[in-house]
């Protein structure tokens, strides 16, 4: 049923991302989705045919995996999902109602201000009318086929509870891929298989063949243990005398070693004291290239633990140049289209040797994965809930590492007040929004999220969003050009702005982020 979901979903996820409220070219809810969902089939397919093992498999790939709002509401579903299936050896209808019911309240709990009219409610819908046919309809499949038919129903109506929806004219995308891995389900369940590619949630890199006969320990070892007391100590003190660039993370369930040696079957051996292993792999780097992610792991596991470091999420080579120069700890290439996941933040705070680290998601769909990756690790992690930029550039400046944790916090969190986001990209379809035509192609100024200038130009539309934007005792301009735009035309907007305003500081910055040719930060 899950690897079914999985591919019905992937094969209708531009469906759902073409459903995207705003009309901007990051209509993505659907690709999180299905990557949450891939991740969580990678993890099945590396299990026994068990309800136990496969509910655990889906709730913990999906954990890791989820990117965006809507992977990490779908992970909880899952999580509430699994919670509710432990100890069976098979589910009725019943068991599944409640199992339905489980997902909701737990993504439900997981959201701090859930709104209706979105996957929530789709999920909500269809706990309670599987609760309300479970014992009249034992026979699995025409239960889940009311259930789409009822969940169907329940999309139709989220127009009429969010005007968002409305003004826009379409349903609730998060739902809609719910009710297509629903779908999956069924079809799973009717004998009906659908067998397509699943999109790759890795970035395969070109290995150069070299001679590396001076590597005193030849054989990069990692992989995955999964168990139920899982001693990580324990697992560093057998292994740590047999190679170097040790690494064990995780915890008492799952772990991840890595390890260079020259024994990689003691290593494995070691392992399988703890657990079942999978992602079992073993690299001779005296004849390739290690992956990279571990040569930086390497590095920075042989340097001291500090009291603070960062992570800010960011794309765009000179938007990633600006934070390095912030001395940001680790940035995640990801932003608008390209949501990092869970596991990648959580990748990136194990990377980052320092007892408090601060998170600067810079984009109001990975704030939920952050705090999710923020649950799983053991530092103390502050998730900063910068939705743009210059709010993650504005909170940054405000830290002053004398003061205490507290103290940052408090005024970081005040600085995300202070500073104004201007956006200036194209819409992708036609819509109307805040009283507003919309047609494909237009271009677009954006302030804090909501449309303010539509028109066809992108140097009049940049103007007008300022003049919009800029207000009385406003004291600092900084203007990021991203890929499709330049200096020169970046510089002359700075001009006819300080002719304008002879107040505010112009400062001009190469971004480089793609599809908005323009950010702008007011202070």
Do not use: W
Request: glycine letters at 8%; proline letters at 2%; hydrophobic letters at 40%.
């Amino acid at each position: 049923m899950f690897i079914n979901g999985a591919y019905f979903l992937e094969e209708n996820k531009r469906v759902v991302d073409e459903l995207n409220v705003f009309p901007v070219p990051d209509g993505d809810t659907g690709t999180n989705m299905s990557l949450t969902m891939n991740a969580a089939v990678k993890e099945v397919e590396a299990v026994s045919n068990t309800i136990d093992d496969v509910v655990e498999a889906v709730a913990n790939g999906s954990l890791m995996g989820a990117r965006g709002n809507s992977g990490v509401i779908l992970s909880q579903l899952f999580r509430g999902f699994a919670k509710s299936c432990k100890g069976k050896n098979k589910l009725t209808t019943v068991d599944l109602a409640h199992a339905f019911i489980s997902a909701s309240d737990t993504a439900y709990k997981a959201v701090m201000k859930p709104i209706e009219g979105t996957i929530l409610t789709i999920a909500r819908e269809i706990g309670e009318k599987a609760v309300e046919i479970a014992r009249e309809q034992q026979y699995v499949d025409t239960f889940l086929q009311t259930l789409i038919i009822h969940a169907e129903k329940a999309l139709n109506k989220t127009p009429s509870i969010l005007k968002v929806l409305k003004e826009a004219g379409v349903v609730d995308a998060g739902g809609k891929g719910l009710i297509f891995i629903l779908k999956g389900f069924y079809k799973a369940i009717t004998g009906i298989d659908k067998s397509i590619q699943l999109s790759e949630n890795i970035n395969i890199e070109d290995k150069n063949l070299e001679d590396f006969t001076d590597i005193t320990f030849g054989y990069c070892t990692e992989f995955i243990i999964k168990g139920s007391n899982i001693d990580l100590e324990e697992i560093k003190e057998k292994i740590k005398d047999f190679g170097d660039c040790m690494l064990v993370v995780g915890d008492e369930r799952l772990a991840k070693v890595h390890i260079h040696t020259n024994n990689p079957g003691i290593i494995i051996e070691s392992g399988l004291k703890f657990g079942e292993l999978t992602n079992i792999k073993i690299d001779n780097m005296r004849q390739q290239h290690q992956n990279k992610v571990f040569e930086v792991i390497d590095e920075k596991i042989k340097t001291e633990m500090k009291e603070y470091g960062m992570i800010a999420v960011a794309k765009g080579e000179g938007l990633i140049d600006i934070f390095k120069d912030l001395n940001v700890d680790e940035i995640i290439s990801g932003g608008q289209t390209m949501n990092p996941s869970t596991q990648d933040i959580k990748k990136a705070i194990d990377l980052v040797q320092a007892k408090n680290i601060f998170i600067f998601p810079n984009n109001s769909n990975i704030i939920l994965a952050a705090n999710q990756a923020k649950e799983l690790s053991d530092k103390n992690i502050i998730v900063i809930p910068s939705k743009t930029i210059p709010q993650g550039i504005s909170s940054i400046l405000a830290y002053n590492e004398d003061l205490s944790i507290d103290e940052n916090i408090e005024f970081m969190m005040e600085a995300l007040k202070n500073v104004k986001t201007g956006q200036i990209t194209y819409s992708v379809r036609d819509t109307k929004m805040n009283d507003m035509d919309i047609k494909e192609g237009d271009i677009l100024g954006i302030i804090d999220g909501d449309i303010e200038v539509v028109c066809n130009d992108v140097e009049d539309a940049a103007y007008k969003l300022l003049e919009s934007m800029i207000d009385e005792g406003d004291e600092i301009l900084t203007i990021f050009y991203g890929k499709e735009s330049d200096k020169q035309k970046a510089s002359n907007l700075a001009k006819r702005i300080e002719v304008l305003y002879t107040d505010i500081d112009v400062e001009v910055y190469y971004g480089g982020q793609p599809l908005y040719y323009y950010i702008f930060s007011v202070e």
